[in-house]
T-cell receptor
Framework: DTGVSQNPRHKITKRGQNVTFRCDPISEHNRLYWYRQTLGQGPEFLTY????????KSRLLSDRFSAERPKGSFSTLEIQRTEQGDSAMYLC????????????FGEGSRLTVL | QKEVEQDPGPLSVPEGAIVSLNCTYSNSAFQYFMWYRQYSRKGPELLMYTYSSGNKEDGRFTAQVDKSSKYISLFIRDSQPSDSATYLCAMSANAGGTSYGKLTFGQGTILTVHP
């Protein structure tokens, strides 16, 4: 499968623990995005990478959140000191040189904070 | 008030019906308009993409954009049970660089097409 891959698919953690999600984009895509989707809502933009550079971060991305994309390939999203409000689906998307909206989404990593 | 408003439904229609899905928006900077389909426990997938006002047709799907009214629509003709999913409208401003791919989504409309 050559689509966007996300791991783990589901993570259950206790409040206060740290969690890390990984995204492997489509190999030829240099643009990578993280979105967050809560139940019954549409995805919300979190952050954007072009190659290894993080070019934009949403105000939704508090100090407890950090994202990296070393070497411009896979990306990680870490949440420190998780809170129950962090429970959501974390979606990764990648894009090549196509049209502006042609994002290819992964199946998401679902976080449940107890 | 959200930048993009979308009725969450749910919407239930019989097979073969014409489905109309709509979104309104408030940000006049939006220039690119998209419809995504999301099946349960899956990521969104792009259905239709339009730029500026007008209509675009692709098979059973027609997307309409009316920028003067800040209103977009998606029509599905001859709906099938396999069309049952959540439909998300999404928009982006006309700006280069970092704004590309930064989409603002509606809440999503849950559609069920029953046989």
């Amino acid at each position: 499968d050559t689509g966007v891959s996300q791991n783990p698919r589901h993570k259950i953690t206790k409040r206060g623990q740290n969690v890390t999600f990984r995204c492997d984009p489509i190999s030829e895509h240099n643009r990578l995005y993280w979105y967050r989707q809560t139940l019954g809502q549409g995805p919300e933009f979190l952050t954007y990478f072009q190659n290894e550079a993080q070019l934009e971060k949403s105000r939704l991305l508090s100090d407890r959140f950090s994202a990296e994309r070393p070497k411009g390939s896979f990306s990680t999203l870490e949440i420190q000191r998780t809170e129950q409000g962090d429970s959501a689906m974390y979606l990764c998307a990648s894009r090549g040189g196509g049209t502006i909206g042609e994002l290819f989404f992964g199946e998401g990593s679902r976080l449940t904070v107890l | 008030q959200k930048e993009v408003e979308q009725d969450p439904g749910p919407l239930s229609v019989p097979e073969g019906a014409i489905v109309s899905l709509n979104c309104t928006y408030s940000n006049s900077a939006f220039q690119y308009f998209m419809w995504y389909r999301q099946y349960s426990r899956k990521g969104p997938e792009l259905l239709m993409y339009t730029y500026s006002s007008g209509n675009k047709e692709d098979g059973r799907f027609t997307a309409q954009v009316d920028k003067s009214s800040k209103y977009i629509s998606l029509f599905i003709r001859d709906s099938q049970p396999s069309d049952s999913a959540t439909y998300l409208c999404a928009m982006s401003a006309n700006a280069g660089g970092t704004s590309y791919g930064k989409l603002t989504f509606g809440q999503g409309t849950i559609l069920t097409v029953h046989p």
